[in-house]
């Protein structure tokens, strides 16, 4: 299963989810799907279809899924929609444990876009 490659026909969704407290549970268990996931490097990153930053290079699998490095940032800064069967495998991760760092930057800076309006 693909998760996160766009084309033509099968285009980014912006603006698909409410920035809320489940949006941090999925990316922060994200990043650690991410970080227990085999990785496949490649040259040169991708672009990203809404806003035409550089988007990471690197493909992850895990579980018989696969999905681009620049997934997250479609989920973060575009509030694209992941499939349901994505989400439930991202929620199917464990807890991280509330004093993890990565908990504690995604909350705060989900904290300050909500603040400022984003
Ligand atoms: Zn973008």
Redesign the pocket.
Known sequence: MKEGFWSSTNKPIPNGIRIDQDIIELLTKLCKLESIASKRRFKGSSK??????R?GSVEFTYKGWTWPSGFK??IE??WVRPSKDFISLVLSMPDFDSTDDIVYKLSEEFTRRRRDGR
């Open positions: 990203c279809r809404v806003c035409g930053q988007n940032h479609y800064d575009h």
